[in-house]
């Protein structure tokens, strides 16, 4: 059961909605604000959750990355030694499911050599449609930002997916290795499968407003789910035989939780819920990533940033024909890790010209996946020039 619906998910830098303000943008999300931190003077913060089939995964900035071990072995300090027979959620608890959830497709030998790519495939499972990969361009100020944090003694590190976050690394990217497309959960966890499962239905459009335990008791076997119709308000209540996996996120299930019973005694009890479990841990503890940006002045002109020459019409054209042509001939984005995060732009392709000039390519939007959305889209159309606008300027389709 699904709050959002099947959108198609745009990759975080598609050249189709990155400067030129088409329409289509981000799949649905939730924009929500903190609320004031006494820490920070009160300050709030934005923050954001996918509001689609494949939740955050479809909205997300494509970083593949993973923790530090170090975090996960403080988790499980706090659940205590004596649970062996408990999931155990230290580092090595965890890895093989990081493992088990994504495919890793390595660059070519010839990108691998011109940027140094390193990585490593035992940090990997590659037994899951959920894909990343390293991208085939990086913008010459990338480098200058790795080689200044070398100059100052950090260290390379060949691959910091497998727990060890100490130095500098590579950090994939939620990629296709092909098309070139955002991979996310809604395509590999079921629009890439659904025809083989005949047993997997998906009911969208659905909140689950709460969990019902037989009597109250959350021991009892598996509870009634509570659902609401988003576009009616009407409740509807759905039974399992096995089990019920709440999958909601960080703030949809706590507030699924909390709403069904479960959290902190005082909280429940001033809102009017009877308390099923007294668990003060639902709603407390958040801890999320910030990513303070970084500015400097060049002391010569560089191409760092898409010119005014990309933003028109044509530069439109040649990303556009870039990004559909199968295999991909363009880039989306690469993180630099310890939060220093490059976006590339569409690299000029050597059939097309790179230059201002006033013609523009005539190219139909990107196409939306099929439900089999493994397979590429079909291959761009040979670009043709179109006529100018009134003010002759160039057209902007």
């Given amino acids: 059961m699904e709050y959002g619906d099947i959108e198609y998910a745009a990759g975080q830098y598609d050249p189709p909605k990155l400067v030129w303000g088409e329409t289509g943008g981000s799949a649905s999300r939730w924009e929500l604000t903190s609320t004031p931190s006494p820490a920070l003077n009160n300050a709030t913060a934005f923050v954001m959750a996918g509001r689609v089939v494949g939740g955050s995964s479809a909205v997300n900035g494509m970083v593949f990355d993973r923790g530090s071990r170090y975090d996960y072995d403080a988790w499980q300090q706090l659940q205590g030694e004596n649970t062996k027979s408990s999931p155990r959620w230290d580092w090595e608890g965890i890895y093989p499911f990081f493992k088990k959830s994504v495919t890793f497709t390595a660059p070519s030998p010839e990108i691998t050599k011109k940027y140094n790519y390193t990585w490593e495939l035992s940090a990997f499972g590659n037994s899951t449609p959920i894909y990343a990969t390293l991208p085939p361009f990086q913008w010459g100020d990338h480098f200058a930002v790795r080689n200044s944090w070398q100059n100052v003694g950090i260290e390379l590190n060949n691959e910091c997916a497998n727990g060890n976050k100490e130095g500098l690394c590579w950090v994939p990217i939620s990629e296709h290795p092909i098309t070139a497309r955002r991979s996310h959960a809604g395509l590999g966890h079921y629009a890439d499968i659904i025809a083989n499962r005949p047993n997997y239905h998906l009911l969208v459009r659905y909140q689950v407003t709460r969990l019902i335990y037989p009597g109250g008791d959350p021991k009892a076997g598996p509870p009634t789910v509570e659902i609401r119709d988003v576009d009616t308000g009407k409740l509807t209540n759905v039974t399992a035989k096995a089990e019920v996996v709440l999958s909601a996120g960080v703030f949809g299930s706590t507030a699924v939780l909390q709403r069904s019973g479960i959290g ?108 089999d959305s493994t397979q590429p889209p079909p291959q761009g159309p040979t670009p043709s020039p179109c006529p100018t606008a009134s003010s002759g300027s160039p057209s902007p389709t």
Avoid: R
Wanted: hydrophobic content about 30%.
């Fill in 264 to 371: 902190p005694a005082a909280l429940l009890k001033s809102l009017g819920i009877p308390v099923v479990l007294d668990l003060p841990g639902v709603g407390a503890n958040l801890q999320d990533h910030s990513g303070p940006g970084i500015e400097w002045k060049c002391k010569h002109p560089c191409l760092l940033l898409p010119t005014s020459c990309q933003l028109n019409c044509t530069g439109l054209g040649e990303s556009k024909f870039l990004l559909m042509h199968t295999p991909t001939l363009s880039s989306i984005s690469l993180e630099l890790n310890q939060n220093t995060q490059l976006t590339t732009q569409t690299p000029p392709h050597p059939t097309l010209p790179t230059q201002c000039h006033p013609t523009c390519l005539t190219l139909p939007s990107p196409p939306l996946p099929s439900p």
